[in-house]
């Protein structure tokens, strides 16, 4: 009796253990292939081999792109202790002008500065407000708010927002002059805990609301809640779930809380969202196989495939997913964390690689 109840241990142990072992094949892409193919003539930026891990668009075509970002909770190459930690510009009207390095005012601000997710707020004035994730010294995240200044191309630092619930945090959006939605892509913030809650695939990230210095949890139960959207009339929230390699949808309530819609299977790793202000379609920085990744981190010359997809219809029942650039790893793009799309460009930046531009002249 006690050699079967043994045996029968061993075998719901084991049908445990296969399962975790099936869902981390396919959450890292372990058997993905990727094929290769562009929307039109594509070329690096010059000037950005640090990363790009987010890129964020005005209404002038004046894109934010944040740069030199050290990914918290993995242990990478010590090369990307080198990086400089820049806000660069790129503007769509002028793209073979490369970038500038962005001043941020007071110089003090500079000095404990990793930015990560970005959010562009511009109120009818026309003022413009950037908002930026800040992965401060000592694991002490917060969220910087700035008004830019295009005269002098400097970032004037308005406040920062500091809250318990603001603990590891990966992108924003803003919904105000002085409010926003956030993604804490991890429940835990040591470096091992963290490796540990990614690996065993724990639904433990959350998305929080910040107005009039309060913060609530507003959805929760994401496998790596990454980027964040709204939709162009603000009344819905998409978030990229990294790891489940979905999209969901959340209704947003007149109090700011989310009410769940829909998933939007992608298949692949996504990263950040952008959203045209025009169409609603997403666009989609995306890995298509994550082990790749996890790799290059650690080692910054090993290769990784990338992906940019573009979602039509996304709020509806049948949204359409195309593949808008694909590459193995051999043209030299690494690690795509978002695609920015804008007057049939499409500006394709890397968690802590390079940058690059395309046309697209395929027809949408």
Not at 4 to 10: F, G, Q, T, Y
Not at 60 to 65: N, P, V, Y
């Amino acid at each position: 009796m006690a050699a079967k109840l043994v045996l029968a241990l061993v075998a719901v142990l084991s049908a445990v253990v296969l399962n975790h072992l099936v869902r981390i094949i396919f959450a890292t892409g372990m058997l993905k292939h990727v094929y290769n193919h562009v929307p039109g003539t594509c070329r690096f930026v010059p000037g950005v081999d640090q990363g790009s891990e987010d890129i964020e668009l005005t209404s002038s075509g004046l894109a934010f792109i944040s740069s030199g970002l050290l990914p918290p909770g993995v242990i990478f190459d010590p090369v990307y202790l080198t990086f400089q930690k820049r806000i660069l510009a790129f503007d769509f009207k002028k793209p073979t002008a490369g970038v500038k390095t962005v001043n941020i005012v007071p110089e003090s601000v500079k000095e404990d500065f990793m930015p990560h997710g970005l959010s562009v707020y511009e109120d009818v004035s026309g003022e413009v407000r950037l908002f930026a994730v800040n992965h401060g010294k000592g694991h002490k995240d917060r969220l910087e708010i700035f008004r830019f200044d295009a005269d002098s191309n400097s970032l004037h630092h308005v406040k920062s927002v500091k809250h318990p619930l603001l603990y590891s945090l990966n992108d924003v959006v803003a919904t105000g002059p002085d409010s926003f939605y956030a993604t804490n892509d991890k429940y835990t913030t040591g470096l091992y805990s963290r490796m540990a809650e990614a690996w065993l695939l724990l639904p433990w990230s959350n998305v929080v609301y910040y107005s009039g210095g309060e913060v609530t949890i507003v959805a929760d139960g994401l496998l790596y809640a990454n980027g964040i959207n709204l939709s162009p009339e603000g009344k819905l929230v998409y978030v990229a779930n990294i790891i489940s390699k979905a999209v969901t949808v959340y209704h947003r309530q007149n109090d700011n809380t989310l009410r769940f819609s829909h998933d939007i299977a992608a298949h692949t790793g996504v990263d950040n969202v952008f959203v045209d202000p025009t169409t609603g379609d997403l666009w989609l920085g995306a890995h298509p196989r994550l082990i790749d990744l996890s790799i290059h981190i650690g080692n910054a010359s090993h290769p990784c495939g990338s992906q940019v997809l573009r979602i039509e219809n996304p709020a509806g029942e049948n949204p359409r997913i195309t593949e808008m650039y694909s590459d193995d790893g051999r043209s030299g793009l690494w690690g795509p964390s978002v695609g920015c799309y804008n007057n049939k460009q499409l500006l394709i930046g890397t968690v802590n690689h390079r940058l690059m531009h395309c046309t697209v002249d395929v027809p949408l």
